[in-house]
């Protein structure tokens, strides 16, 4: 690796939630947003003492690996990033990402990328408790990942189709996501929520993922909007105080749509519009707009 090289956020399109119950997942790296490693002879981040030392206890990486990284971070070495924290756009992510690529991946078990990611799975489940490992793998990798019955496909050559534009939405709050997700798990043992949210929720995923990557925008955008509606109605607990209104505000317009961005809880709420729509006119002006992607 390229001492200078840069991590980027990543971005979850589809598969928030439902993919613990089976549907695909499609992430992208964000690059308005990146993080690298960096060294200073005037820092001790104990943050880092105290990584280094969860992985040494994991015995995911020989243990003379796990010294070398100990010794340059009580050296110095920082993570230094602008990626937003606790706003669910993998600043976990890039930093193992990041780690992981400078002191670890030369001795990782053959390259193989389902090894790679159950390696950078157990290094994020120090920030998380749990992690399927996908955040970082894409920010590693820098390329669109899709997950796909429990197997990770790297799509290089995915293109953004024409016509589409990303906004995320700023709540303002920082998100913490252990307790959604069991909340979302406890939901998912009652027939209700699984007969009228989650079989068509899954559906809707799969097919906006399909009809995103094959640029069948008539299609995908039927199906994003029944996310969109599914989620409104049925995932109230993750939203913030300021979310619903202006996600309401959406649901009945054509060419735009509001969705979560990961567990939501806080962080960022990720939007869809046509190209060339005025996105202020429709949300109001007491949203944040980060444009993402043309």
Not at 85 to 104: E, H, P, T
Not at 168 to 184: A, F, I, K, N
Not at 249 to 274: M, N, R, W
Request: net charge negative.
């Amino acid at each position: 690796m390229s001492a200078d090289r840069t991590y980027p956020a990543k971005l979850l399109l589809f598969g928030e939630y439902t993919v613990l119950s089976g549907s695909r997942a499609l992430a992208i790296p964000l690059h308005l947003w990146q993080g690298r490693l960096k060294t200073s002879a005037s820092v001790t981040d104990q943050d880092l003492l105290h990584f280094s030392n969860y992985l040494d206890e994991k015995k995911i990486f020989s243990g003379e690996s796990c010294v070398a990284f100990r010794q340059v971070v009580a050296g110095g070495l920082y993570f230094e990033s602008n990626i937003p924290r606790g706003y669910g756009v993998g600043s976990s992510g890039a930093l193992c990402a990041a780690i992981y690529d400078r002191f670890f991946a030369d001795t990782a078990d053959d390259g193989d990328i389902s090894n790679i990611r159950r390696d950078l799975a157990v290094m994020e489940g120090y920030f998380h408790g749990t992690s399927s490992g996908m955040d970082p793998l894409v920010s590693l990798m820098n390329v669109p990942i899709l997950r796909e019955l429990n197997s990770y496909h790297l799509l290089p050559g995915l293109k953004w189709p024409d016509g589409i534009q990303l906004f995320l939405l700023d709540s303002g709050v920082e998100r913490t996501t252990g307790h959604l997700v069991q909340e979302y798990l406890q939901w998912t043992t009652h027939d209700n929520f699984n007969i009228q949210c989650l079989r068509p929720l899954v559906q809707s995923v799969d097919h906006a993922i399909s009809f995103f990557i094959n640029a069948h925008l008539p299609s995908f955008w039927e199906h994003l909007k029944l996310i969109s509606y599914l989620q409104f109605d049925y995932f109230r607990p993750m939203m913030t105080d300021s979310i619903p209104a202006l996600w309401e505000s959406t649901l009945d317009e054509p060419g735009i749509a509001v969705k979560l961005c990961g567990a939501g809880g806080g962080g960022y709420y990720l939007g869809f519009a046509q190209e060339g729509l005025d996105i202020m006119s429709i949300i109001g002006d007491k949203a944040t707009v980060i444009s993402i992607l043309r």
